[in-house]
């Protein structure tokens, strides 16, 4: 079949069934099945697609018409550039995560902190960044830092990043230029709001502490103040309705210099932070 033609009828099915994006979904898809850079589309959309790569491509559209996110199908998620594995038992990064990262790089940090790491995208990300920097990457899960250390070592910089399972700050020591998360912020009301791409898919331990959603913010501010240097910078991401509330109790903690950033679609997304002098 010519690949013009299978895409858009692809296009079309996956628009029937109500999916967001469903170009991009494609072109994705195909260029994975093809093992071809997604740029490269365009010039070979004239040519035929051989039966294995028909076949390859419709399993992952039939993955995607059953709602599995693209990411989940392809076992690998791009972020700031990268290519970072993930699977069942880390949260699939998004864009918006990357606001973190932007924040961040504003000011080079020596030794850096990433609680909750999942996947690692954020200490690899910026140790990859930044070569002459230390992280230390924790979860409290060992599945997951599993993952974040294949993506540690797939990226060059396994050496520069240790590792440790840990319930937030409980087995954390030492003191950091930076710390950073991206911590589960997802309350309880809002949980059965969420889309089947994210409840069936993205570990619930990752998104949703229950309650109000807060409960990790008014741990890590309490405890990263323990562990920031002088002047130490505290980043965290934030859900959309909650930057009132998490800066409030950063504020209550002592922290200064508090801001509320948003991201690319102009929604609160991080709250930073810095310690005093």
């Known amino acids: 079949m010519i690949l013009r033609e299978l895409m858009m009828q692809a296009q079309a099915r996956l628009r029937d069934a109500n999916i967001e994006n469903p170009g991009r979904d494609v072109r994705k898809l195909v ?9 490269r589309l365009t010039l070979i959309s004239g040519s035929t697609a051989s039966p ?17 996110p693209v990411a989940r199908i392809l076992g690998y998620r791009e972020f700031w550039g990268r290519k970072f594995e993930i699977s069942a038992d880390v949260l699939d990064p998004r864009a918006d995560t990357e606001t973190i990262v932007l924040e961040a790089l504003k ?47 797939a990226h060059g910089v396994a050496g ?16 950091f230029d930076l710390i950073v998360s991206n911590p589960p912020y997802i309350s309880e009301s809002e949980f059965p709001e969420l889309s089947a791409d994210v409840t069936h898919y993205d570990p619930k331990i990752a998104l949703s502490p229950g309650k109000d959603g807060l409960a990790a913010y008014r ?10 240097l002088p002047s130490g910078r505290l980043i965290v991401e934030i859900g959309a309705s909650q930057g009132a509330a998490v800066k409030k109790i950063f504020t209550q903690i002592g922290y200064q210099e508090i801001e509320i950033l948003k991201d690319l679609s102009e929604r609160d997304r991080v709250v930073t932070a810095k310690m005093p002098d």
């Open 31 to 39: 260029a994975a099945a093809l093992a071809v850079p997604a740029e």
């Open 52 to 68: 294995d790569q028909v076949a390859q491509f419709e399993a992952y559209v039939s993955q995607r018409l059953a709602r599995k």
């Open 107 to 153: 000011t080079p940090a020596k030794r850096l902190l990433d609680l909750g790491t999942g996947s690692g995208v954020l200490a690899v990300t910026l140790v990859a960044e930044w070569p002459d920097a230390q992280a230390v990457a924790s979860d409290i899960s060992n599945a997951a830092l599993a993952i974040a250390k294949t993506n540690a070592a």
């Open 160 to 175: 520069r990043v240790e590792f440790c399972c840990s319930d937030w700050f409980a087995a954390i020591s030492g003191q």
């Open 219 to 228: 741990t890590i501010a309490r405890d990263a103040h323990n562990h920031l």
